[in-house]
């Protein structure tokens, strides 16, 4: 679990740029100094890893993701579910935070990276032709699918984690660098809490609750 204000994947752009910014004031002038220095602060917001208080509870399924929900459909999943499911996705923008975050206790019974084109993460064929990285975690309740999107300017999709990992509700998992989407994949067991439209944020946003016996 990653637990720095920064996310270590963001240190080599803050370093590149902040020592452009650097040069550029030494050796030219303050007014040089501006683009590189705004360029400088915005990497430093993309990847910021804020502190969340996160609901943890077995029933709830939290979002994986800051963003804005593009859609609410009935799939049916064969991936790993493997059987008719819902999917919620979740479109980041790059103002958004880009850590994704687990969204229930379980350990992932499943995992799946893929390599593709880079169309806007927006567009519905993204979500089939883009490189993109799912994990289906499981534990005694449900499982679920998660799978990062990348979009048109996310070029790598990062994992902290791996086949047999355990996580915790709320626990950072990975990220995507630069404007993307995330997809959760539940069964129907679950009550979606959440419709097009809305805003969620990664591990405070219930998305779902676990459809009561």
């Not at 020592?19 to 002038?29: D, R, W």
């Not at 979002?63 to 859609?71: E, I, L, Q, R």
């Not at 687990?102 to 064929?125: L, M, V």
């Not at 405070?204 to 009561?212: A, H, W």
Request: glycine share 8%.
């Amino acid at each position: 679990m990653v637990k720095t204000p920064v996310v270590k994947e963001g240190y080599i752009y803050i370093a590149i740029l902040g020592l452009v910014t650097i040069i550029s004031a030494l050796a030219l002038s303050l007014y040089w100094a501006i683009i590189p220095g705004v360029l400088t602060a915005f990497v430093t917001f993309f990847f910021r890893n804020p502190k969340r208080d996160v609901p943890v509870d077995d029933k709830l399924i939290v979002s994986p993701a800051d963003g804005k929900v593009m859609g609410v459909n009935e799939v049916y999943d064969d991936l790993f579910l493997n059987e008719k499911s819902i999917k919620v996705t979740i479109f980041l923008s790059v103002f958004d935070v880009h850590v994704n975050r687990s969204p229930i206790n379980g350990e992932i019974k499943f995992q799946q990276y893929t390599c593709g084109r880079f169309k806007p993460a927006y567009k519905e064929a993204a979500a089939c032709e883009n490189e993109r990285h799912a994990i289906g975690l499981e534990n005694s309740q449900m499982r679920v699918l998660v799978t990062q999107i990348a979009g048109i300017l996310a070029r790598r999709i990062v994992s902290w984690v791996t086949l047999g990992s355990v996580l915790k509700q709320g626990d950072r998992y990975g990220l995507i660098k630069f404007g993307s989407c995330t997809e959760l994949i539940v069964p129907t067991t679950v009550d979606i809490l959440v419709k097009k439209g809305d805003r969620v944020k990664g591990g405070i946003t219930v998305i779902g609750r676990l459809k009561e016996k």
